[in-house]
């Protein structure tokens, strides 16, 4: 089945540093999803990226379907960036979505 | 602004109870999702739905029941509840992008 992998799996930063998330997938999928969750445990999409490079405000994600990877890089972090990203592709043309572990964002002030 | 309200948001039972975990969406969306998460492990798909009446199983169905009573309305049920059964639940809808939207959770605790 779906296999998904997230580096790294923890990440600490200074207030203005951009951070580089990765997710690798093990099977072909025709989307994916990156999500937060906040230390408090809510959970948001943040922007559905099946293919290709799309951003969303200090957001790009870049996905390479055929290598089966994808990105999340946020620039000049925030102390309110702080929590899991979680990536979530699914398994080839089904609709459900497979998650990684994710990668815990720390931003220091 | 999508919504998904879960109740109760916190619960703690004993060994072998009954508990309704239960979620509403204002969304109009068609599928609805119960998940649970567990240190170690990614979300875990339990039950879905895409209608009323609808019920599809998920990855981790054992030990759940589910049912789908209206568009906006979809229920968890564990009906002799156990340890391993000690999560953090969440109920979700999706569009027909299929992007999530997560109700706030639900902690529960089986003692």
């Known amino acids: 089945g779906q296999q998904v992998q997230q580096s790294p799996s923890s990440l600490v930063l200074q207030e203005g540093e951009n951070a580089e998330l990765q997710c690798n997938f093990s099977?072909?999928?025709?989307?994916l999803q990156w999500f937060y969750q906040s230390p408090g445990g809510s959970l948001v999409s943040l922007l559905s990226n099946p293919s290709g490079t799309k951003h969303t405000g200090r957001l790009t994600s870049t996905t390479v379907t055929k290598e089966r990877r994808s990105s999340l890089h946020i620039s000049s972090s925030q102390t309110t960036d702080s929590g899991t990203y979680l990536c979530a592709p699914n398994v080839g043309d089904n609709s459900k979505l497979i998650w990684g572990l994710g990668t815990s964002l720390v931003v220091n002030p | 602004e999508a919504a998904v309200t879960q109740s109760p948001r916190n619960k703690v039972t004993v060994t072998g109870g009954n508990v309704t975990l239960s979620c509403r969406q204002t969304n109009s969306h068609n599928y609805m999702y119960w998940y649970r998460q567990d240190t170690g492990h990614g979300l875990r798909l339990i039950h879905y739905?895409?209608?009323?009446?609808?019920?599809q199983i998920g990855d981790v169905p054992d030990g759940y029941k589910a049912t789908r009573t209206t568009q906006e309305d979809f229920f968890l049920l564990l009906e002799l509840a156990s340890p391993s059964q000690t999560s953090l639940y969440f109920c979700?809808?999706?569009?027909?992008?299929?992007?999530?939207?997560f109700g706030a959770g639900t902690r529960l605790s089986v003692l």
């Open positions: 739905s895409y209608g009323a009446g609808n019920l």
């Open positions: 979700a809808s999706s569009d027909s992008l299929n992007t999530l939207y």
């Open positions: 099977s072909t999928a025709t989307q």
